[in-house]
């Protein structure tokens, strides 16, 4: 029998994506969390029923995602990056020799061991590199409470429900 998995992000717009093999499907401490096969997009990871990493595009979100305000700050030291528990941002942040230490900022353990087990391509080594610090908290306690400043915060969320939702707020960004 077929499996499809449905994203839910927005009330009235649906994606269906077929499931070829399940490889992952349960509830982490945080959020729901599956990874699949599928023929299109390759491994795809979805959390509380929305799309955060597929093999096949991961690439141009994660390069995007660091490359763009690293190069337009030129010269970034210390990078600190929440979210992204996949590790693409991180490995991308980390390609810039200006970067001497690079932070990743992630509420959900198992979202960093799982990507690790089923995705190491993305991270590809990125969380052994010595420049890495793991922090595993929620990223706007960590970003209210740390004493440490960062040349470049990248904000490497979910989308704006389960526990990414605090990082669309105003407070975050003012803190």
Not at 2 to 7: A, H, K, S
Not at 24 to 33: G, Y
Not at 132 to 153: C, H, P, Q, W, Y
Request: hydrophobic share 40%.
């Amino acid at each position: 029998m077929e499996r499809w998995v449905e994203e839910t992000l927005h009330h009235g717009f649906r994606v269906r994506l077929k499931v070829d093999k399940v490889l992952f499907d349960s509830k982490t401490e945080h959020q729901q969390l599956i990874i699949f096969e599928n023929e299109e997009f390759g491994r795809v990871m979805m959390l509380d029923g929305v799309v955060q990493l597929s093999t096949k595009d991961e690439f141009v979100y994660h390069g995007m995602m660091a490359h763009v305000p690293l190069f337009a700050h030129g010269k970034a030291k210390k990078v600190l990056i929440v979210g992204g528990g996949d590790g693409g941002v991180l490995r991308e942040a980390l390609r810039h020799e200006s970067v001497e230490s690079a932070t990743l900022c992630e509420i959900d353990r198992s979202v960093i061991d799982l990507c690790r087990e089923h995705f190491p391509d993305v991270s590809a080594g990125a969380y052994d590199n010595p420049r890495t610090n793991l922090v595993i908290d929620d990223g706007t306690s960590f970003v209210a409470e740390t004493e440490k400043r960062f040349d470049v915060i990248l904000v490497d969320s979910s989308d704006p429900i389960g526990p990414g939702a605090v990082l669309f707020t105003k407070a975050f960004y003012a803190g």
